[in-house]
């Protein structure tokens, strides 16, 4: 992992008890705002999801909320 891919994983997996919405996890992972702050967020997920290979899918889209991470996977 990238260490950007790993501090979100790390942000996930701490919080996993609630989901964080894209702005929350851009200012505690990139701590700044910027116009792109929402595909910088979904860019690293997908990145994620993908090198977790199955375990990808515990990284939960929850719907109007934001994301989270469940150790239950799908």
């Known amino acids: 992992l990238s260490p950007k891919e790993f501090d979100l994983l790390?942000?996930?997996y701490s919080n996993?008890?609630?989901p964080l919405n894209?702005?929350?996890i851009f200012e505690q992972i990139w701590g700044a705002q910027?116009?792109?702050m929402?595909?910088?967020v979904y860019t690293h997920l997908n990145q994620l999801?993908?090198?977790l290979?199955?375990?990808g899918s515990k990284i939960r889209t929850v719907p109007?909320?934001?994301f989270r991470f469940d150790e239950r996977g799908r």
């Open 53 to 55: 290979g199955k375990h």
């Open 64 to 66: 109007g909320r934001g």
């Open 10 to 12: 790390s942000l996930l």
């Open 34 to 36: 910027c116009n792109s």
């Open 49 to 51: 999801r993908k090198k």
């Open 38 to 40: 929402r595909s910088t």
């Open 22 to 24: 894209d702005r929350e």
């Open 16 to 18: 996993r008890q609630r």
